[in-house]
């Protein structure tokens, strides 16, 4: 029987081609690998930044997209979007790309209320008839307004207010949060009337004394504006034993002597005294003519008495006189006479009131 020789050659030859086909693939290069890829923070607020950190292997170039650009195998960068922005990042090698992202949410600046940085009136206090400047400062407003009247105005602005009783103005700004409010107030006072006569070079006596019961002094004078009575002031001093106890009255009186409206004032010891104020608080309306101012203490005591000064000089109030009353009765108004000069004295009536 015929043998069967093997060929060994053959089989090497095999055995070498499929060790060359396995070596060959594993050699092959593999994807690279995007070990990482992160935002800190991953939300954020517009204006603020954000870091993005990656790590890639096994790669021949790093890119990021949104401007970003090629970058190192491991880095870090500070990103400012605007606005929710997703980043891509790439890794790429002979073998291909491999891709990864990561978004950095942007939340918009929280709306803040309007600011009121100064809301002013000058000046604050005026005499009917005058004016007053407001003038403003706001920001972060998208209006602004103004009350009794005025209406919508600049965030920046001044305006000239002629008010006629004393007002508080109101200025409202807005925007998207809500409305913030400042106020200011011009305080109006009424036009007034004063009639005066302030010179002093004489002096009589109200009150008791030796010879008289009880002395009344007393003042006519011109109204020319209608108004309502504010005050009557008188000069008086005391060197007697003046008591602090005593009620000194003033009538005011129309062109007939009738009594309009009385007020009151304490009397003072000795050594004191000056401008006497009667305050009649507008209780009294009056129009052009002529009125009196009647005073003397109520009830005195004897050689009880105080010094009411005027002028010698009759010409120094042109329009009135002065009157006293003598006959013990002041508060009735046949005992009252005109004499020869002025008292010291101011009147003052308001306007409006």
Not at 74 to 79: D, E, I, K, N
Request: charged share 10%; proline share 4%; hydrophobic share 35%.
């Amino acid at each position: 029987m015929k043998k069967r020789r093997i060929n060994y050659f053959k089989y090497f030859i095999l055995f070498f081609a499929i060790a060359v086909l396995v070596f060959i693939a594993g050699c092959k290069e593999t994807s690279p690998i995007i070990n990482s890829f992160s935002a800190n923070p991953s939300t954020i607020t517009v204006g603020e930044s954000s870091t993005l950190s990656w790590s890639v292997t096994d790669a021949t170039s790093v890119t990021i997209d949104n401007g970003i650009g090629s970058v190192a195998l491991t880095g870090t960068t500070a990103v400012n979007p605007i606005t929710t922005t997703t980043y891509t990042l790439t890794a790429t090698n002979t073998a291909g790309s491999v891709t990864g992202s990561i978004t950095v949410t942007v939340n918009p600046v929280a709306p803040t209320s309007p600011i009121i940085n100064s809301f002013l009136a000058d000046p604050l206090t005026i005499t009917e008839g005058e004016s007053s400047a407001l003038s403003w400062s706001v920001t972060d407003a998208t209006t602004v307004t103004i009350d009794n009247g005025i209406g919508s105005v600049a965030l920046i602005s001044t305006t000239t207010v002629s008010p006629t009783t004393t007002t508080t103005y109101t200025l409202t700004a807005t925007n998207t949060s809500g409305s913030v409010t400042a106020t200011t107030t011009i305080t109006v006072n009424p036009a007034t009337l004063e009639i005066t006569q302030t010179e002093g070079t004489s002096s009589a006596r109200l009150g008791a004394s030796l010879t008289y019961v009880n002395i009344g002094q007393g003042q006519s004078f011109q109204v020319t504006e209608a108004g309502f009575f504010d005050q009557f002031q008188i000069y008086l001093t005391s060197i007697s034993s003046s008591d602090s106890g005593d009620i000194i009255v003033c009538n005011l009186r129309d062109a007939s002597g009738n009594v309009l409206q009385s007020a009151y004032n304490s009397g003072f010891t000795a050594g004191n005294g000056g401008w006497q104020t009667f305050n009649f608080n507008l209780g009294t309306s009056v129009t052009p003519g002529t009125y009196y101012c009647t005073c003397y203490v109520n009830n005195p005591i004897e050689d009880h008495y105080y010094s009411c000064h005027g002028n010698s000089d009759g010409a120094s109030y042109p329009e009135g006189t002065r009157y006293d009353s003598r006959g013990g009765n002041p508060e009735v108004w046949s005992t009252w006479n005109p004499y020869s000069w002025d008292l010291k004295f101011k009147v003052i009536i308001k306007i409006s009131p």
